[in-house]
């Protein structure tokens, strides 16, 4: 079955970086667009990035301090977090469609504080 497992989240100070990995299996990962949402609290959960089975990357909620990317050799994606800010802490969850089903893995927890 479909399986998405995050890692990589952690606490880190303002203006730090970290890098989230999203290791799938269970389908064919190179084929499917694989998307990073976040939710933090009392929020709705909010897509960060995406990027197709192309390589082409589209960016939503951090145009410029995030990057989206993957490899499919690993059947991995990665979320690239820089200059992270407070307002960064959220859990970080890794997700694809596929036949008109949402997968998503368990979350990461990333948080921003001094």
């Known amino acids: 079955q479909v399986q998405l497992v995050e890692s990589g989240g952690g606490l880190v100070q303002p203006g730090g970086s970290l890098k989230l990995s999203c290791a799938a299996s269970?389908?064919?990962?190179?084929?499917?667009?694989m998307r990073w949402y976040r939710q933090a609290p009392g929020k709705e959960r909010e897509l960060v990035a995406a990027i197709t089975s192309a390589g082409i990357r589209t960016n939503y909620a951090e145009s410029r301090r995030f990057t989206i990317s993957r490899d499919n050799s690993k059947n991995t994606v990665y979320l690239q977090m820089n200059s992270l800010k407070p307002e960064d802490t959220a859990v970080y969850y890794c997700n694809t469609r596929g036949r008109g089903v949402e997968y998503w893995g368990q979350g990461t927890q990333v948080t921003v504080s001094s």
């Open positions: 269970g389908f064919t990962f190179s084929t499917y667009t």
